[in-house]
RNA sequence: GCCCUGGUGGCGGAAUCGGUAGACGCGUCGGACUUAAAAUCCGGUUGGAGUUAAAUCCAGUGCCAGUUCAAGUCUGGCCCAGGGCACCA
C-alpha cells in the first residue's frame, strides 16, 4: 500500500471498476426488503452546483448504508430536461434546445460518476425524451377521460419575459418563480388539471406523512387553505338577481351595511344602475390594468364604487347598498363579500373611507367596544342581531346557517384556496398536449396508439412574441380522429412539473415501452422510502406529485396512495453566509474540488459541519481539514498495514489497554449505527470517525512492538473504521479494502454489528453532586448496588469536606451515572 | 397579521430519558521535528476571579418567572432571527 494518499488516481480507477462490474445494478427480483432512495432529479442547466453535491451525497451515503443492512437499494438518477433554460440558450445561440439538453445531461453524468454515486443508470430517465413523453401524453389523457383536465377560459398567470402563463403556485409575490418579471393577468383559454378535486384528500393525507417535516406539512395545508363558513344568498331590490356570498362569520350576518362584488363579478353589468355605469365601467377598466402585485399589496389603500343597486339582508329585512371594490376576488368564493366594518378590518378600513354606516353585532361583555376606533374581531356574544342575542358567536355560526339553510336562503360549505392547476405553456420545449381541435368535433384527444405526439423539429427559435412551436409547418395541421377531416393540433405544451410528477414511478420500470410501468413494479418500489431534495418544492413539485399518486390511484394503475413516505429537506450551500450564486460571484465549482481533493473529501466535508436540514457554510479551510482527515485516515491504515489481518480472531481475555480500544470500537459503531438511523445526522456520524482515529493512533502511539493480541485489535479497529467510512469515503476506503487483501467490494459487505455489552466503557464515572452542583467524579465498577454508591460518594474526600457541619437531607442515586446530596 | 423553524464559546456545531454544558472540527495560541518552510505530531483555548504555577471559587445555553434534589432539555409569559402565507371574506 502506497505511503501517500493520492485520491485522483484511485477514484478514477474504482469508477473505472465499478462502471464494468455493474455493481449499483438493482434487481427487480431479490428475497432482500427494498427500499428506495431518491434525489430530486436535475434540471441539466449544465454544471453541478454544490447544491446538487450535497443532496446527491446524502441520498448517496443512505442508499449504500441500507445496502449494507440488508436491503435491495433502488437508487436511480434522471433527468428534469424540458423547460425554458434550454429553449432560451436555443434562440441565443441558434440551437436546437435538445443539443443543449444533450450535451449538459453528458456533462452532468460524467461529473456525477466523478462523485463516487452509487446509481443503477440502467434505469435513467430523462423527461424530454419521447420514450419519456410519450408516457407523460398518455397520462394526460387518461386524466381528460376522468375529467381530471380541462380546458376553459380564465384569467391566467402572465409572464411577458417568458412569453407564457404560470400556475398559481409559479407565482411569488406577483413575480414570475424563474425570472422575478412581474406576472400580468390575461384572459386566456387553457388546460388545467383538477387538483381541487382532491383538496380535501390532500389536506387530511398529511397527517400520514409522519416522515415529513412539520414545515413543508404547514405549507402544504395553508396552500390548500381549508376554512369553513356558509354560502349565504341576498336578493336584489331592483331586480330579480340573487347575490351569493361566502362568510367564515355568518354569526356577524345582522352587521352587513353593505355588500362587495369584485371588479370581475360575471353579473355585475346587471347589478349597475344606468347613472353607476361610467365609474363602474371606469373603475373596472384600473383594475384590469393593475398588475397582480399592485392589486395585492396589504398597503394599498382600498378603493371602490358604488353599484347603485341594493340587497336585502333576510335576517333583518334592511336594505343596503352594493359595492365593487378590488380587495373582492373574483377568484375566491363567489366573488363577492358581505361586509360587516365592525367585526373586519378590511371592511372596516373601506367603511370609513367611504363613510358607511357600522353596526356592532358582537361583543365581549367584559370589555365592551363601540368599535369606532377599530373593528373587533375577537370571540364575543351577540347583540343587535333578534333572536340571537346573546348567543356566544361561535355557537351562533351554525345557528344563523341553520337558519338560512331552513329558510332557503343559504348552505355550509367548505371553502379552499387551491385552483385548479394550470398546465398550459406557449412554450415549445415542454410535451405537447396530445390533443386536436376540429370544426366539426370540437376537441378531440389524440388516440393512444398515436402517442408520442412528437415534438417538430422545423421550427424558428429566433421569433418573439409567439412560441416556436407555431412556426412549424408540420405540426399544426393534421386530421380529425374523429371525423378524418382537417383539424389543427394544440400547440401547447404541458407545465414541466407534469412531468416531473410521475418521473419517481417511471425508474421502478424504466424501460416499459407498453405502459408508464407495470403495476407489479410500481407497487413493488413504492412509496420513495426516503426523499432528498431542497425545500422550494415545498408545495409545488411534493403537491403535484401527491395529487398525480392519488389520481393514477384511483384510476387504479397503482395501490398507494401517497409517494413520499420519508421526506429529508435539505438546507442550502451557502458562503460567506449568503446564498451561492453567480452574480454575487460566490460559487465554488465541483470539479476544482474532485480535481484538488478528490470526490471522497468533497462528500466528506459536505456532509461534516451541519446536519441535513440545515443550511451549510462552505468554507475552503472545511475542506483543507476534510482532506487532512482522510491523509490522516490513509496513513493510519498504509503504516499499519503489515501488521493487519483481515481474519484475525480476538481473544476473549484482553489485556486493559486492549479491551479499551475494543470499546471504542464497538461504541463507535454503535453511535455511527444510531446517528444515520436517527434522522441520518451524518455531521455526528464524521466526528465519531475523527474520534475513533484519534483513539487508534493514540492506542498504537503507547506501543512499539505489537504481539498476537495487539494486531488482532488493531486488525479489528482498523476494518471496523474502514466499513464504517465506506458509505462516506466511498473510493478511499474501497482501495484499502483491496490493499489489505479483502475480496469483492466494500460496498458489498455487511454493516458492522456492535456488543451492547462493550458499547461501554469498562468502569464508570460516578458523578457526586452537592445540591445539584458537581463536586466530585469517581472511577466505579459498574455493578455496584446504589447503596454502595450511595456509600462511595458520602466516602469522597471532597463530600467530607463540604457536608461538614450540614445536615444531609436526602441523597438521589442515578444508577450507573450520578449520586446528588442535598445538604443545608 | 397568521403559521413554521431556530437562538448554546471567536466560528460551524455536540449533548437518547431532565443527570459532568461546550463532543468533533475550524480558527487561534504555545511546543516538538526542521538550517528554514511546508507537511506531521503533542498540548492549551466559555467568561471572570485567583495563583509563580496549580488547586480552587463564581457566573454561564436569547430574556423573565415557575416545576424539580437536578433544567440547554419540562411549563407559562416575552424578545430576536430566518423561512412560508397573506385584502382568501
Redesign the pocket.
Known amino acids: 500500500m502506497k505511503d501517500a494518499y493520492f485520491p485522483q488516481e484511485i477514484e478514477k480507477k474504482w469508477q473505472k471498476i465499478w462502471e464494468e462490474k455493474d455493481v449499483f445494478k438493482t434487481p427487480d427480483d431479490s428475497d432482500k426488503p427494498k427500499y428506495y432512495a431518491l434525489s430530486m432529479f436535475p434540471y441539466p442547466s449544465g454544471k453541478l452546483h454544490m447544491g446538487h453535491v450535497r443532496n446527491y451525497t446524502i441520498t448517496d451515503v443512505i442508499a449504500r448504508f441500507k445496502k449494507m443492512n440488508g436491503f435491495n437499494v433502488l437508487h436511480p438518477m434522471g433527468w428534469d430536461s424540458f423547460g425554458l433554460p434550454a429553449e432560451n440558450a436555443a434562440m441565443k445561440h441558434g440551437a436546437n434546445p435538445e443539443t443543449w439538453t444533450d450535451e449538459n445531461i453528458a456533462y452532468m453524468t460524467k461529473q456525477l460518476k466523478m462523485l463516487g454515486l452509487s446509481y443503477d443508470w440502467d434505469r435513467e430517465v430523462t423527461t424530454c425524451k419521447p420514450d419519456y413523453y410519450k408516457w407523460t401524453q398518455w397520462l394526460f389523457l387518461q386524466l381528460y377521460k376522468k375529467g381530471l383536465a380541462y380546458k376553459k377560459e380564465a384569467a391566467v398567470n402572465w409572464c411577458e419575459e417568458c412569453g407564457t402563463v404560470l400556475a ?2 409559479q407565482v ?2 406577483g413575480k414570475c418563480w424563474r425570472c422575478d418579471h412581474v406576472v400580468e393577468k390575461k384572459y386566456l383559454s387553457q388546460w388545467f388539471l383538477k387538483i381541487t378535486d382532491y383538496a380535501e384528500v390532500l389536506l387530511e393525507d398529511l397527517d400520514k406523512l409522519t416522515g415529513w ?3 413543508v406539512k ?2 402544504q ?3 390548500i ?1 381549508k ?1 369553513q ?1 356558509a354560502i349565504l344568498k341576498f336578493k336584489v331590490v331592483e331586480n330579480e338577481l340573487e347575490v351569493p ?5 355568518p354569526d356577524t350576518v345582522h352587521g352587513i351595511t353593505y355588500l ?1 362584488v ?1 371588479p370581475e363579478y360575471k353579473d355585475i353589468e346587471e347589478l349597475t344602475t344606468p347613472e353607476n355605469k361610467e365609474a363602474v365601467e371606469t373603475y373596472r377598466a384600473n383594475a384590469r390594468k393593475m398588475t397582480e402585485i399592485e ?4 398597503d ?4 371602490g364604487v358604488p353599484l347603485g343597486t341594493h340587497c336585502i339582508n333576510p335576517f333583518t329585512g334592511e336594505k343596503f347598498p352594493l359595492w365593487t ?16 366594518p365592525a367585526h ?1 378590518t ?2 372596516f ?1 373601506f367603511a370609513k373611507k367611504y363613510n358607511l354606516p357600522l353596526k356592532v353585532v358582537i361583543q365581549n361583555p367584559e370589555n365592551p367596544s363601540d368599535c369606532k376606533n377599530e373593528a373587533y374581531t375577537e370571540p364575543g356574544v351577540l347583540i343587535n342581531s333578534n333572536e340571537f342575542d346573546g348567543m356566544g358567536n361561535e355557537e351562533a355560526k351554525k345557528a344563523i346557517t341553520q337558519k338560512a339553510v331552513d329558510g332557503g336562503f343559504g348552505e355550509f360549505k367548505t ?1 379552499y ?1 387551491l385552483r385548479d392547476w394550470l398546465v398550459s405553456r406557449q412554450r415549445y420545449w415542454g410535451a405537447p398536449i396530445p390533443v386536436v381541435y376540429c370544426d366539426k368535433c370540437g376537441i378531440q384527444p389524440v388516440p393512444e396508439d398515436q402517442l408520442p405526439v412528437l415534438l417538430p423539429k422545423d421550427v424558428d427559435f429566433s421569433v418573439v412574441g409567439k412560441s416556436p412551436i407555431t412556426t412549424s409547418k408540420t405540426f399544426v395541421n393534421t386530421t380529425c380522429p374523429c371525423c378524418g377531416g382537417p383539424a389543427k393540433r394544440e400547440t401547447d405544451t404541458m407545465d414541466t412539473f407534469v412531468c416531473s410528477s410521475w418521473y419517481y414511478m417511471r425508474y421502478s420500470d424504466a424501460k416499459n415501452d407498453k405502459m408508464p410501468f407495470a403495476k407489479d413494479k410500481v407497487n413493488k418500489w413504492l412509496p420513495v422510502d426516503q426523499y432528498v431534495g431542497g ?2 418544492h ?2 409545488l413539485h411534493l403537491l403535484y406529485s401527491r395529487f398525480f399518486t392519488k389520481a393514477l390511484r384511483d384510476m387504479g394503475l397503482l395501490d398507494f396512495d401517497e409517494p413520499f413516505k420519508n421526506l429529508l429537506t435539505q ?1 442550502m450551500v451557502l458562503k460567506d453566509g449568503s446564498k451561492m450564486s453567480k452574480s454575487k460571484g460566490n460559487t465554488v465549482d465541483p470539479d476544482e474540488i474532485f480535481e484538488n481533493y478528490g470526490a471522497d473529501t468533497a462528500r466528506l466535508f459536505i456532509l ?4 441535513p436540514a ?4 462552505w ?1 475552503d ?2 475542506v ?3 482532506y ?2 482522510l ?2 485516515v490513509w ?1 493510519l491504515i498504509s503504516s499499519n498495514a503489515g501488521d493487519i489481518n483481515l481474519s484475525y480472531t480476538l481473544p476473549s481475555n484482553l489485556r486493559k489497554d486492549n479491551d479499551d480500544m475494543l470499546r471504542l470500537v464497538h461504541i463507535a459503531i ?2 455511527i449505527t ?2 444515520i438511523s ?1 434522522d441520518f ?1 451524518f ?2 456520524v ?6 475513533l482515529v ?1 483513539a487508534i ?2 492506542w498504537r ?1 503507547k506501543k512499539s512492538n505489537l504481539d498476537d493480541e495487539d494486531k488482532a485489535i488493531l486488525s479489528f479497529a482498523i476494518i471496523t473504521l474502514i466499513k464504517l467510512m465506506s458509505p462516506v469515503a466511498v473510493h478511499l476506503t474501497e482501495e484499502a479494502w483491496h490493499e489489505l487483501g479483502g475480496d469483492g467490494s466494500i460496498h458489498d459487505i455487511k454493516w458492522p454489528d456492535w456488543n451492547e455489552n462493550l458499547a461501554k466503557a469498562s468502569s464508570i ?1 460516578l ?1 457526586v ?1 452537592i ?5 466530585d ?1 469517581i472511577e466505579a465498577d459498574e455493578a455496584l448496588t446504589e447503596e454502595e454508591l450511595k456509600q462511595l460518594a458520602l466516602s469522597s474526600e ?1 463530600v467530607k469536606e ?1 457536608t461538614e457541619g450540614k445536615t444531609i437531607v ?1 441523597t ?1 442515586v ?1 444508577p450507573k ?2 449520586v ?1 446530596i ?1 445538604v443545608k
Open positions: 398559481n403556485e411569488i409575490d417535516g412539520e414545515n404547514t405549507m395545508a395553508n396552500w387553505g376554512s363558513g356570498v361566502y362568510t367564515t362569520r362587495v369584485a392589486r395585492l399589496s396589504t394599498r389603500v382600498k378603493t371594490a378590488d380587495y373582492a376576488l373574483v377568484e375566491y368564493g363567489t366573488g363577492a363579500v358581505m361586509a360587516v373586519d378590511r371592511d378600513d371553502q384556496r425545500i422550494e415545498a408545495i438546507g461534516s459541519d451541519s446536519p440545515r443550511d451549510f457554510d468554507s479551510a472545511g483543507e481539514g476534510c487532512k482527515f491523509n490522516r496513513r454503535k453511535g444510531n446517528d436517527n445526522q455531521n455526528t464524521i466526528s465519531k470517525y475523527r474520534e484519534n493512533y493514540d502511539g464515572t458523578v453532586q445540591n445539584g452542583k458537581v463536586k467524579k471532597k463540604l436526602k438521589i442515578v451515572k450520578l446528588n442535598v
